[in-house]
């Protein structure tokens, strides 16, 4: 079946340290995304990528990079520069073409929580 | 500015209907969308409607949009406990040559018996 596979469903980071978020789609999609979503706020957009090796930030990219070396994954590494990184993470792909960029699929989450 | 705002809350009786509310700032949107988030889970796409529209019916979703109030709204029909999730509404905003996606905070809706 095709999808998007995000992991771990659960990540713990301590003060410091850098994380790695992995995202892994095979709907053949060029268009990579990356959200955030807090308790009681709309989603909001770190980084998005449309074709591979070429990626854009978002709204709220500060503390955070993202690598698009593959069509199939799109990485987020949460750094030691983002203080306030607990959160759910989503990541999403769509196929590119009018509007079709807009009929986003996403993956299960990841819930990120500082120790 | 780009906001979208929705109730956060809703509560209605299993077989009822539920009627779900946004409102957004972008009179240029073309394309708003309903988005679904299962408990843990990631969104869904429900169901979508065209600015030119002022409804759309998706056997038991209904779309209502009102373009002059920036108003569009999100009717469940026969509502069930399968229903209860959180509820995105998204507008779209043209950034010259990518449109992005607003969205507002979701309205939880909790179905009981």
């Known amino acids: 079946d095709g999808g998007i596979t995000q992991s771990p469903k659960y990540l713990f980071r301590k003060e410091g340290q850098n994380v790695t978020l992995s995202c892994e789609q095979n709907l053949n999609h060029d268009a990579m995304y990356w959200y955030r979503q807090d308790p009681g706020q709309g989603l909001r957009l770190i980084y998005y990528?449309?074709?591979?090796?070429?990626?854009q930030k978002g709204d709220i990219a500060e503390g955070y990079s993202v690598s698009r070396e593959k069509k199939e994954s799109f990485p987020l590494t949460v750094t030691s520069a983002q203080k306030n990184p607990t959160a759910f993470y989503l990541c999403?792909?769509?196929?590119?073409?009018?509007?079709?960029?807009?009929?986003?699929?996403f993956g299960s989450g990841t819930q990120l929580s500082v120790l | 500015g780009e906001d979208v705002e929705q109730s956060l809350f809703l509560s209605v009786r299993e077989g009822d209907s539920s009627v779900i509310n946004c409102t957004y700032t972008?009179?240029?949107?073309?394309?708003l969308y309903w988005y679904k988030q299962e408990p843990g889970a990631g969104l869904q796409l429900l169901t979508y409607?065209?600015?030119?529209?002022d409804m759309k019916q998706d056997q038991r979703l209904t779309v209502l949009l009102n373009k002059k109030d920036k108003h569009l709204s999100l009717r469940i029909a026969d509502t069930q406990t399968g229903d209860s999730a959180i509820y995105f509404c998204?507008?779209?905003?043209?950034?010259?040559?990518?449109?992005?996606?607003?969205f507002g905070a979701g309205t939880r809706l909790a179905v009981h018996p």
């Open positions: 990528s449309q074709i591979v090796n070429d990626f």
């Open positions: 972008d009179s240029s949107s073309t394309y």
């Open positions: 999403a792909s769509s196929i590119m073409g009018t509007r079709d960029h807009e009929k986003l699929f």
């Open positions: 409607i065209f600015s030119n529209m």
């Open positions: 998204a507008e779209s905003i043209g950034t010259g040559g990518y449109n992005k996606l607003i």
